[in-house]
């Protein structure tokens, strides 16, 4: 079975929804992907030197919510995500759905922590994931990828 939290670094758990992290800022837009895509291109971040805040888990709906700055939702226009304004943080846009039930705070360890992720570059990975992920789907079943290596 896959873990649905899968992670190479450290990070502090806040097995409740609330009280919310204390490093948030009163005001700030957030940005919702899937756990997978999403949790990928926040490690590629850290690794790449990039802050990166507080995440909000949705484990009932499999999403990613990521406090960024305030104004970041009328540029963000990504097929990947979607970002919406205020400290918002409901998992599914449509309506009708039940409230999320089981969700849990991950605050970065270390140096590279911040208040809100980096828009720019959290857009930038997710982009670059994406574009990963459907390059490796349009290949025909049991095709490989060649490496070329250049010495």
Do not use: N
């Amino acid at each position: 079975m896959t873990p649905l939290l899968s992670t190479r670094h450290l990070w502090q758990l806040g097995f409740a929804e609330i009280p919310r992290p204390l490093a948030l800022p009163r005001d700030y837009d957030v940005v919702r992907v899937g756990m997978g895509l999403g949790l990928t291109a926040i490690e590629m971040m850290i690794d790449q030197g990039h802050h990166v805040g507080p995440l909000l888990c949705c484990i009932q709906h499999h999403k990613l919510l990521v406090p960024v700055r305030a104004g970041t939702a009328h540029w963000w226009g990504a097929p990947h995500s979607d970002c919406g304004r205020g400290p918002a943080q409901r998992c599914e846009t449509c309506g009708g759905l039940a409230a999320c039930r089981s969700r849990l705070w991950m605050l970065p360890a270390g140096p590279l922590a911040a208040a809100t992720t980096e828009p720019g570059a959290l857009h930038h990975h997710l982009s670059q994931m994406r574009s990963r992920l459907r390059d490796v789907s349009s290949q025909p079943q049991g095709a490989r990828v060649r490496e070329t290596c250049h010495v």
